[in-house]
């Protein structure tokens, strides 16, 4: 049926067709089954409201779960055409950035998958975040361009009027389906600007940021370096929650008045959580007493907390609610009220003395439910972050740690690991991910271990020839493959790596060799206007052309930084994975997902006691992952008395010194900026806010033995096979069926 259906639709030689028509025709042959898969229902509803939603290309996820993957491979193989090339043609949905718009995304597939009656709720962006290019080593940024093929965005009839200040615009729904694993979907329905015009987007990403009703759906995250684009960031979020809410009112607008009943609506994150007051004038403009409204909000709402950094916990003055929408602000001035009546603790105020709204105090106050997104961030929330909001709502806090969508990081990214698993242990993992256990079964079995050891190597050698296709640098497969790759921000500390390689460049030309060739990866995006994040960035890109370079430490050491990191690239850089750097300071990663796609995919973990690492050390035991750090209380403890100074660490120890004084030294300067290369090295002596240097030595010494435990490779092979059985866990299944269970009861 496959091929009749092809040739009826190409009505042409599927051997001689172009790629853009050979997609258009695979495209059509999936959207037709999927327009037949029912909706799942339900009398209740939950409504995943989120600013990203990072679903990456869909078309083989969608032809696995329709079941028909192998046939449209193997009709195009017979007729001369690879998969490939039309994988490789899909555009990547640009709706996300990081782990949050991912998390988002493995979300929805889990609620499709349960059958849970779900939608997503966020918005279109034209140009994403941006594309990234290096030019001189630097980032710059560039539009992503990713809606001028066809693809899974359907127009719908439903428009919104929204009014911001004295602009009218237009908002309408747009649908994606999202298709679970069984044989239901759920509807992803993003919201976009009519009056959009990408013509003022003048050089690289920046445009007229005051021009409102033209931009409101360009960029994700507009620049908030200037008094201009945090406005608009404002009112970008003003206009997804009203797009979103509209949406929810008329589903439930036969039944307001008891709105709790029939809905939940998740804040992911801070971003939405305007939607609180929105939904506050909403129902009393429908006629509901106030107290009567709060509760039902109260009662609606539930909270999702994705950090602890104070930079991210959003705060907005009032006076840019009294520009987009006047009438809100009496309305957060007697929610401010409320919340006063029940603390006089400033730290819980909904409105600071500065005229601030604190958006996370808002959406704790008035929502049923607050949840960290690992067992340690929501500890540290309860206990010293949001301690004063746990001792008023002790029974709203809960954690729920994060998951990722088996079907997409391991049966989609890794089918030889998939079919090994298979082999072994049938294919209920499938639908319980807690079936890998079996897998320990194997765990001394030297051919099962041997035949990991090969599809890991076969990846690798994947992964080298598509970074010589896409970035034109070669790669020996048989290195160790370090990867780190995340969002670029100080706390994450991707300078630490950097210090890493440094260090080993110093040790390679001392006459230490390693064993063994070490290849370290990395993939991330700075923000526009984070200065430290992009001399990162360039540090490492100069560094790589330093060992380059050079023909004795180049045999030993590389660095590839991958350009324009995105879900594409993760999919190819994940199971090619040996050591999976996950070395951000302690208490400061709420979760990590990166961390559990590399577990499953068999990489071992180099990382802190933080987030999401705390669970998989348990889980795995001290034997099969590779801890190194101060603890989070230690680190909470230097915060709290503001104690740590980088350069006591920097003048005592001659490794630091070595490595940090390198950065701009004159072989860095001969191939790199000074002006990021003085600025990056002053930042980690005077101030090194994220205390890179205080776990630097301690990083090098476990990183050294984790290199050395690799030529044991029988070992190495067990603890990864252990690594994949436990990986079970981090499923967003079961993070999605505690949400439900606890929270949403739909």
């Not at 869909?58 to 090339?85: C, F, H, K, P, T």
Request: charged residues 25%; aromatic residues 10%.
């Amino acid at each position: 049926m496959i091929k009749q259906e092809l040739e009826h639709i190409l009505d042409t030689d599927m051997r001689t067709v172009s790629v853009d028509k050979l997609y258009e025709a695979v495209l059509e042959i999936a959207q037709n089954r999927i327009a037949k898969v029912p909706a799942v229902t339900g009398e209740r509803s939950v409504y995943y409201m989120s600013a990203e939603f990072l679903i990456g290309k869909l078309l083989s996820n969608n032809l696995m779960n329709l079941g028909i993957y192998d046939e449209v491979r193997d009709v195009l193989a017979a007729n001369g055409r690879d998969i490939s090339e039309v994988e490789d043609y899909e555009p990547e949905p640009s709706l996300g950035n990081g782990g949050l718009g991912r998390l988002a995304a493995c979300f929805m597939d889990s609620i499709a998958t349960l059958g849970l009656n779900g939608q997503g709720l966020g918005l279109v962006y034209h140009y994403g975040l941006f594309r990234q290019v290096f030019r001189n080593r630097l980032q710059a940024e560039e539009k992503d361009t990713w809606l001028d093929k066809p693809g899974w965005l359907r127009k719908t009839d439903f428009t919104v009027p929204v009014q911001i200040g004295d602009v009218a615009v237009t908002g309408r729904m747009y649908e994606i389906d999202v298709l679970g694993y069984n044989g239901e979907k759920a509807p992803l329905r993003l919201f976009d600007l009519e009056s959009i015009d990408d013509s003022i987007i003048t050089e690289g990403i920046r445009f007229d940021e005051r021009a409102v009703d033209k931009n409101l759906t360009l960029f994700l995250y507009p620049d908030d370096s200037t008094e201009e684009g945090l406005r608009l960031r404002f009112a970008q979020q003003y206009f997804m929650v009203s797009g979103g809410l509209a949406w929810i009112l008329e589903e439930h607008k036969d039944h307001l008045d008891r709105l709790d009943s029939y809905a939940t609506i998740q804040i992911n994150d801070t971003h939405p959580s305007m939607v609180i007051v929105l939904l506050l004038k909403a129902l009393l403009a429908d006629g509901i007493a106030f107290d009567r409204a709060v509760e039902i909000i109260s009662n609606t709402c539930a909270y999702t907390n994705h950090t602890i950094l104070a930079e991210a916990l959003e705060k907005w003055p009032l006076a840019y609610f009294e520009a987009v929408d006047a009438s809100l602000v009496p309305l957060l001035h007697q929610l401010q009220d409320l919340a006063a009546a029940r603390s006089n603790d400033a730290r819980t105020a909904v409105i600071d003395h500065e005229g601030r709204v604190h958006m996370a105090s808002l959406a704790i106050h008035f929502s049923k439910s607050t949840n960290g997104v690992a067992a340690l961030h929501t500890e540290i929330l309860k206990n010293s972050e949001l301690k004063p909001f746990f001792d008023m709502y002790p029974d709203r806090f809960n954690n729920k740690t994060n998951g990722i969508t088996f079907r997409r990081w391991l049966q989609h990214t890794n089918r030889p690991l998939t079919e090994f698993i298979e082999t072994r242990i049938g294919d209920g993992f499938k639908q319980d991910a807690m079936e890998l256990l079996k897998l320990e079964r194997f765990v001394d079995d030297e051919a099962s271990l041997q035949e990991l050891l090969t599809i890991k190597h076969t990846k690798k050698e994947d992964l080298a020839a598509y970074i010589e296709k896409t970035e034109g640098i070669s790669v020996n497969a048989d290195a160790i493959f370090d990867i780190q790759i995340k969002r670029l921000h100080e706390y994450k500390r991707q300078q630490m790596n950097l210090l890493y390689a440094i260090h080993m460049y110093h040790e390679i030309k001392a006459g230490y060799v390693p064993t063994r060739p070490l290849t370290m990866f990395f993939g991330s995006k700075a923000a526009p206007a984070y200065t430290i994040a992009k001399d990162i960035i360039h540090a490492l890109l100069t560094l790589s052309k330093v060992i380059a370079d050079d023909e004795l430490v180049s045999q030993y050491l590389q660095i590839v930084f991958v350009e324009n990191y995105n879900v594409s690239k993760a999919e190819m850089l994940i199971p090619a994975c040996d050591i999976s750097e996950q070395i951000s300071l302690a208490s400061k990663e709420a979760s990590g997902t990166g961390n559990m796609k590399f577990m499953l995919n068999g990489a071992l973990t180099l990382g802190t006691m933080d987030g999401a690492n705390v669970e998989i050390s348990e889980l795995v035991g001290d034997e099969n992952i590779y801890i190194f750090g101060e603890s989070s209380d230690t680190i909470i403890e230097h915060y709290a008395k503001a104690d740590y100074v980088s350069r006591d660490y920097y003048e005592k120890s001659p490794q630091i010194k070595q490595a940090v004084d390198f950065i701009n030294g004159p072989l860095m300067l001969a191939s790199g900026t000074k002006e990021n290369l003085d600025r990056l090295h002053h930042e980690l002596i005077s101030k090194d806010w994220f205390m890179t240097l205080i776990d630097l030595e301690a990083y090098i010494a476990t990183k050294n033995t984790m290199i050395a435990d690799y030529e044991d490779r029988m070992t190495w092979a067990k603890k990864t096979l252990i690594n994949i059985a436990r990986a079970g866990f981090f499923s967003s299944d079961r993070t999605i069926a505690e949400y439900n269970r606890d929270i949403w009861k739909v």
